[in-house]
């Protein structure tokens, strides 16, 4: 592998184009708007935006997930360009994601080995080189560990030793301390410091404004697609302060956003909701290779928001899972709110998505982008299966732009899935599931991936649904999450498949 110093995206944009079912006229979205930046071996560069600023895209270009409409990628001054991920990989970028793709039913030591000299390579032989990069990158994990079996913050330590392993000049990472505990971010961030003090290019794309300016050598701040600010830290420092008010939109609120702040209240006003909450008793399942859950039993008020904080490998998953009909459970019951102050009682076992959403119930998973929508349809078509008025093509596609007007996540319903940011998918899939008028609204990990003021804008959203008499019940493993203050109405703690 060529060792390369500068990698440099010189007028660089991204227009997605889409067709419309109504007009023989394509649909424009520019992700990336003319864009030049550098990046540089021996810096850790960071790279800040509100959701849907630009970022994903501008280093999925960078790591060969995506190709540019236009402009250039330079490697010390020679145009590349890049057909696939592996093609960037071979020229020394390498790109560890959010959500880290990974081969479930195998060890950690096999994912390395898969990723990097071929899956046939005598493990035990690489074993003593892996442990060095382990221990240098602070990144200790079970080797011999199935993948599918690991908490988030493990599966993200395996993802970046497979992409150490390949020995790349430059590592991009996505969001990296956001599923980390608050405890080990500075190490982690420590670690991505001294590592590029010795040579290595890192590009960490953050929404923590105060992980960019302790840590950042450079910061570069995108929105609406395009670069508006570059710093030298060295040259010229800037505070978690500074960069927020770099950040920070208007503070006058738009008309799309004002009718967003009153969307929930409106929606809710003419309707009336049980008392009676949820309410899940002795629920347990033990799904293969997971963590299982043991004679769960606890209370949602409707009226009130209720969390559930899990420690890192406690079986979060398996009781998102469990709670939304998507694995059989071994024993339990739920009851939910019905209409006319009645509870309806059902078997876990016999639970199914389709059964809880005709009793009134509404998910926001955790897999967005899979189990949430699905990435190669438009945000029209991943909002149809919602629309409960007169079926005619225009009234479903006023439905789908009043959404994506209101939420302020595009111009038009026809952008496909795939070029929405984790954020603004997120808000998408919310209004989505409160426009059905739920009495139970479940979300797993809803802050993951949001910037500061989509987290504020997620919370007050999330007060005036449990005020319209919603039971809001929040599943996470990101003790954030579970920080803020006059928000919660009631908590629990998972660990080890129990609730406490």
Known sequence: MNTV???????????????TDRSPAAARFVA???????????????????NGAGKSTLVHILSGLDTPTSGRILLDSQEVAFDSPADALARGIAM????????????????IALGGHGFLVHRKKILPYVEELATRW????????????LNPADRLRTALLCALYTNPSFLILD???????????????????????????????????????????RISILKHGKLVRHMDQKKSPVSEADLAEMIASPSEKSPRQRSSDTAVSSAFSDKTHCTLPLTISGL?????????????SFNADPGGITGILAYPGSGLDTLEDALCGMIVTDAGSITLPGRENTGVQLDAASLTPALLRKHGVAFVPSN??????????????ALLPYYSGPFTPHGADRFAEDIVRREDIADHPFRPVRTLSGGQLQKLILSRELSVNPRVLILSDPEWGLDVASVVRLRNRLRETAAAGIAVLILTDTPDTMEVDDFFTRTYTLKEGQLT
């Open 5 to 19: 110093q500068n990698a440099t995206l010189e007028q660089v944009s991204r227009v997605f184009v889409s067709r």
């Open 32 to 50: 990336l708007d003319a864009v030049s930046l550098s990046f540089s071996r021996g810096e850790l560069h960071m790279v800040l935006g509100e």
């Open 96 to 111: 560890v994601h959010q959500r880290p793709l990974l081969a479930d039913d195998l060890t950690v030591l096999e994912n």
């Open 138 to 149: 602070n990144c200790l994990v079970d080797f011999y560990a199935t993948v599918r079996t």
């Open 175 to 217: 969001e990296p301390t956001a599923i980390l505990p608050p405890e080990k971010r500075a190490s982690f961030m420590e670690t991505l410091v001294t590592n590029a003090n010795e040579g290595m290019g890192l590009v960490v794309i953050t929404h923590k404004m105060g992980e960019a300016a302790r840590w950042g050598h």
């Open 284 to 296: 347990s399942a033990s799904p293969p290779n997971r963590q299982g859950i043991h004679n769960i």
């Open 368 to 381: 967005r982008t899979t189990r949430g929508a699905y990435p190669d349809i438009s945000v029209r078509d």
